[in-house]
């Protein structure tokens, strides 16, 4: 479908940017749209990256109760919100919608019918205002939306680590994506959901709505000896970047089946060493992905992937957010020199914000401006960019781990 523009604005930034004429304009605005799982976020966001107005209504407190996100539920409530949601982020911009570029809307990876309310939404605004529309990896806009608040150049590295992946990636621009490593089983936010219910963290009531990673960082900040659980190194054999939690959870719920044991705990109660165990857990957690990141840092060195003037990760994902887990990448980092950003807390979990900045990304380069988006398009399971793994493993990098537990 062809699309004669009431907005010249938006022609004039595209045409600036295929001649290259003119340094790129940040004079538009862009509507992001997330609904990949379970929280229906917008935002409206200008060139330069300066939010406008943004709403955002997460389910979690409702999917806690049913102890894992239901695509059904998630699907009933992103329909319920979606429009309230978009109203909300365009009313606190105060701007009309017939005033936005482009609306920039996830396509992938997610919830199929959780994808499809984002996505039909988009289509609607864009048939009914005459608006292009920029189709969006979930995955690709938690790494780049970290550029909204720091100078991060490309190329750098960026650790992704949420409810629903594991990746390792080398950035080298808006669509560039070079993949060095990924979970092989669960990703680590599933598994701190996983462990967190397993521990009974929401029977205690100042952790009964958090996120499951939210609810072990807040208990593990009270642990007394945050050593006294040991935990075997993942795949510390395999000299490659990819990654595996089920051992580790399997680990712990062993422990923790002993402890029960020993203390005669059933029903609602938690064993006493409860604190103690998240630490010891989340400092597991941490040595595992430090001990992949430092392979990838040396991977990207030997192949001259990094600028060595320009030595930056970036960490991002809803297990961004855990400080222990950012000051561990941030030290393992700082051992080879680079410096480890990540977004603020709540731009690391699901958000409109970051849809509408990889919008903002793509119109400035001229990326999939489009002006019809088929639902096959959609697709669930996308993987994220040109996989290297193989030549990670076959590079046969050693490295021997970076012991985590003073940092806590
Ligand atoms: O990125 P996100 O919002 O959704 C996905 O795309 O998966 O990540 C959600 C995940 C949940 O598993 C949640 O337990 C975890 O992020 N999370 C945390 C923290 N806050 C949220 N994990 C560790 N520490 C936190 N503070
Ligand atoms: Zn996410």
């Avoid at 060139?47 to 806690?64: D, M, R």
């Avoid at 903002?360 to 290297?388: C, M, T």
Wanted: proline share 4%.
């Amino acid at each position: 479908m062809f699309m004669t523009h009431r907005n010249s604005r938006l022609l004039r930034i595209l045409r600036q940017n295929r001649w290259k004429t003119t340094s790129c304009s940040n004079d538009f605005t862009i509507l992001g749209i997330e609904t990949s799982c379970d929280d229906t976020g917008c935002a409206v966001i200008d060139g330069a990256g300066n939010v406008l107005g943004e709403s955002l209504y997460s389910q979690n407190a409702i999917h806690v109760r049913y102890g894992g996100v239901n695509p059904f539920i998630a699907h009933e409530l992103h329909r319920e919100h979606i429009e309230t949601a978009v109203t909300e982020a365009l009313s606190t911009a105060k701007i009309k919608i017939k005033d936005i570029d482009a609306v920039a809307v996830t396509v992938k990876p997610g919830l199929l019918l959780s994808l499809q309310v984002g996505v039909q939404y988009a289509k609607y605004i864009c048939m009914e205002y005459n608006k292009p529309i920029i189709p969006v990896h979930h995955m690709e806009a938690h790494a780049l939306v970290a550029r909204i608040y720091h100078n991060l150049p490309f190329p750098f590295i960026v650790l992704l680590i949420s409810g629903g992946h594991c990746l390792l990636c080398l950035v080298q621009d808006v669509n560039q994506f070079l993949l060095l490593g990924e979970s092989l089983d669960n990703a680590p936010g599933e598994i701190l959901d996983k462990v967190a219910r397993r521990m009974k963290l929401k029977n205690i009531k100042e952790y009964s709505q958090l996120a499951g990673g939210k609810a072990v960082e807040e208990a593990a900040k009270k642990a007394n000896n945050s050593q006294q659980f040991q935990f075997p190194l993942p795949l510390n054999r395999n000299r490659d970047c990819n990654f595996s939690f089920s051992g580790l959870k399997d680990s712990l719920v062993r422990k923790l089946i002993k402890k029960e044991k020993e203390h005669g705990i059933t029903g609602d109660c938690l064993i006493p060493e409860y604190n103690d165990l998240c630490a010891s857990f989340q400092i597991a957690l941490a040595e595992h992905l430090g001990h992949r990141l430092e392979r990838a840092i040396i991977f990207c060195e030997e192949k001259n992937l990094i600028n060595p003037n320009n030595k930056n990760i970036v960490v991002s994902g809803g297990v961004a957010c855990n400080d222990f887990i950012f000051k561990s990448m941030q030290f393992v980092a700082g051992k080879s020199g680079y410096s480890c950003y990540r977004p603020p807390p709540k731009v690391c979990t699901d958000n409109g914000i970051m849809i509408a900045w990889n919008g903002v990304e793509k119109l400035k380069k001229s990326y999939q401006i489009q002006y019809d988006l088929p639902l096959s398009e959609i697709d669930p399971i996308a993987p994220l960019g040109k996989s290297l793994i193989h030549e990670v493993k076959c590079a046969n990098i050693p490295v021997k781990v970076t012991k985590l537990t003073n940092l806590l």
